[in-house]
């Protein structure tokens, strides 16, 4: 089973160069371990381009989809045998990241 782990953060700038290398350690295990399926950080959110196509034309609009406190800084894709195990891998990440994460299963 995949699970989307996204980290959850209230400021742009990226980890410290100890979040960094921790996040790294991390990534090496899940590799090591098997549950590394991909990951990646993102930019911040006013670098964000949201597109609705369900018209007769597409409308781009600057910006992200929507205003918040808090905003995705980046994820994981993880494969676990069960919830109980992404879990378990999604708080270690959250311990090494220095941030919120949330985990989800793809269907």
Known sequence: MQYLVSVIHDRTASGTPEEMAAIDAFNDRLQTEGHWVFAGGLAAPDAATVIDNRGQEALFTDGPFLESKEYLAGFWVIEAPDLDVA?????????????KVE?????
């Open 103 to 107: 985990v989800r299963p793809f269907l």
């Open 87 to 99: 879990l378990k891998l999604a708080a270690e990440g959250s311990k090494h990241c220095n941030r």
